[in-house]
């Protein structure tokens, strides 16, 4: 049982969603002992595995705020570490479309609050420009604005390169981790009670995400409550890519950044989110008002798209808190750090995030002494469209001929690449996790021809207590 | 390194019963023939298909469906053709030229005609568009076949399966094998849609309740299927059935990929490339098969698609051909889609001498005509009914008086 060995961390982070995983890996890149604490039995299984992932500029973030900020920074610093990764990124830019005369007023002033924020190269253009950049749109609308830097990614690489990379740097990955008490001892540790034994600490970082609340009053605070906020999302098929080739945004109303069409990575399309409240954190499920809601705004944003078939639904739970801002603090008393309502944009800003944690730290006192033996970051399997991928490769199949041999049809997964994710260093640990890494049975035919196959080669491969 | 380049005279993509059929006649032709297959094995869906039920029209006796598909595959080797499976025809570089990956590297096929055999698939449950959780235990017909013939996979124990069509008995045999009892088929249709053949021992000697007229309205369960949510459609009235797995049957669409990224002109009905009698689509030297064309069909009619198609090919290959221009054919209400979508005077009847129509309602006695402007081509009595979920044949002969000036033909019910 690890802590019943005497271990003591240096810093424990809780929650291996995109945030925990940028702080753990910071941290471990500087002579801590660093434990990345997941309550569920993969990385990367809660917000951050069901967004729109869109790598945001924060061009319409509140000026002045910490998200603003910190959404900035992140959008560049994730911009290059995806080019070492080898994370998929396109910057494929955003088209924001007016709709009514309201939306239209109120461009001009999204156009200041961007430049406010740092993001200097929005544009205004007329309907004809509009329809000319989109030619699927659905009649009526007024007029745009560009934002040529908003990009999009792969969500799911992003996590679990960062997941990587820190495991790769030394910090310890533990899975079946929730942690549900804490406690404190007079030598200045914090011991923290888990499903999967106790963690002993000196410095405890709550990125728990939808839990971040639960975690906080664990150390005695009661400053907030977290609302989810579901957003569901309908992704279309691939034969729909023509129709958007860069991501089209509402003018953003009072209950948030509205219904978005964007492409994704993979090549498909994404509609969505929807944005409802809810009490329930497991909420993950669709409904069958949002699926109504999406039907509705497709039919009139781009009716082209709603003749083409949904390739999947799946809906994300914002971590709402009811302010319009972060919520990062740290208890110097305490040696913990609280990084609460990283609601929506979190993807981008997580490694941004993870740089401001470590100066919190600092600041409170803890030695930070940057190593010079750091390895390179992990090169992650790619799952983008407009990279190459193994199926194309002449070379990587010459010289290992499972790369040739595609096994998820419709997404063109290769025996070699579900080979790769199996042995890796966070193997799945299941179908749903495999998915993620590899995108097989993502597809159209949602496992109708390759199920039994891939499911095969998951067992074969998969490392005995993998699973 | 590059692709490896092969130039048969025709390339067949996919191993079904449409293509391995075209192939053997193409091979037995003096054609070189290369049959491009994905999976594994040849033979496309009846691979998985462990009961009878197939060949009788082509083979004229009734076998399994992994005995039909060995069969077929046998028959086209011998004739000739070069069949290669873990091949998988990923995009054209050409109009008649295909990249395909395999284990052994990639391919770059130039052929002088290409026949596309893709199938069909049923739609899964998020193009089906059915809220709610997430759990295991949620199947198509297809996925299902393939986790139980593979062995070693565990089904539940009580299923409800979407769909009373011939696939969706297909689905209660399968999870009978496997020990899960089918507690309820439902259907969208007031009355099940397949044969009376199917229909009766199913609900007397399976045992299967029918809950016609109703639609799944919700998936329930944490981890595992729990229950589902069933609505009375002509009522709203919902209520709970508890299962631990749903096998949502039929609700066909082709696998199109290759032909929509052709280009070629496609039927909105049968979301299917529109094809002449001759099986020929808009591109030169493209032809397709199967359930491609109509989703879905027998496989047997699929497999004498493949024959008919390939007789056209043959005659291409042997010299050039321009196609007179065709009158479009259309389908009126009830029927979704009508297959082929083309005629062009001269050309040969459609495969079998047969049109094949998508009924969405139930006709007990339908009556058919075929209209071109205001003059009547065809009429037709046919002695069995039009049931929604599966195809009407209408007998069509090769020569109509048609005026190839005119406007459309359409055919509807009189
Ligand atoms: C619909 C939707 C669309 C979005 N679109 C975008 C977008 O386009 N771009 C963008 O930048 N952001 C977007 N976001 C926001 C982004 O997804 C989140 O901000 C980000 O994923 C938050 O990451 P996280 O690590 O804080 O949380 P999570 O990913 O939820 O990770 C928290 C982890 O903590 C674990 N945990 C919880 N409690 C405990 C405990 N007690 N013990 C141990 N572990 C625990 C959880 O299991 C979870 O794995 C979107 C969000 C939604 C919902
Ligand atoms: C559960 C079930 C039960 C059935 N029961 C019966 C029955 O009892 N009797 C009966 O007559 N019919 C039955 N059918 C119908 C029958 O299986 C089909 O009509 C028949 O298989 C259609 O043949 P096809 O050649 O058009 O397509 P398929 O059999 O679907 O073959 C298409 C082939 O093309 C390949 N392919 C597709 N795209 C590519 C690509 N890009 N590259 C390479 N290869 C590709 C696929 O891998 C596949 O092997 C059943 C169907 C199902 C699903």
Redesign the pocket.
Known sequence: MPGADGTVWDVAV?????????IARELSGFGLTVAL????DD??????????????TGFDAKPGTLESRL?RE?HRLLGSYARAAGIPVERTGALMVAWTPEDLAALPALREKAEANGYDRCELVGPQEVYRQVPALGEGALGGMTVPDESITC?WTV?LALATDARQRGARVLLR????AVGTAGDGTTTLH??GGLVRCRWTVN??????D??DR?FGHDRFTITP?????LVFDKLARPLADRIVLPVPGKTG?GVLI?PTVYGNVML???AEDFTDRRATGTSESGFAFLRDKGERLMPSLMREEVTASY?????ATGREDYLVAAEPDQRYVL?GG?????????MAIAEHVRSLLADCGLALTPRTDLPAPPRMPNLGEAFRRPYQDAELIAADPEYGRVVCFCERVTAGEIRDACTSALPPAGPEGLRRRTRAMNGRCQGFSCAAAVTDLMERHLPAGAR | MTAQVLTPDAVVVGAGPAGLTAAAVLARRGARVLVLDREDTPGGIPRHSDHTGYGLRDLRRLVSGPAYAARLAETARQAGADIRTRAMVTHWTGERSLAVTTPGGLLDVRAEAVLLATGARERPRPARMIPGDRPQGVYTTGQLQTLVHGGHREVGSRAVVVGAEAVSWSAVLTLRAAGCRTTLMTTRHARPEAYAAFTVPGRTVLGVPIATGTRVTRISGRGRVESVEIEQIATGRRRTVACDTVVLTGDWVPDHELARTAGLVMDPGTLGPVVDTALRTSAPGVFAAGNLLHPVDTAEAAALDGAHAAERIARRLASPETPAPGVPLLAEPPFRWVAPQLLRPGDPAPPRGRLLLWPETHVPFPRLTARQDDRTLLRRRLPWPAAPGRVLRLPWPPALPLDPKAGPVTIGLA
């Open positions: 809780i929650g291996a969603g995109i945030v925990g995983a940028a604490l997941e309550a569920r990385v990367g299984d809660g917000t951050s595995k069901a967004n729109t992932a869109i790598l945001h959404v992140g969500t996590n981790h929730a942690v549900t888990t499903t990125a728990a995400g939808l839990g971040a639960t975690v664990l906020r579901r957003g569901e999302l950044k964007s969505g989110p929807t809906a994300g739970l914002r971590a990084v990283i609601r929506s944009t979190g993807l981008s800003a997580g």
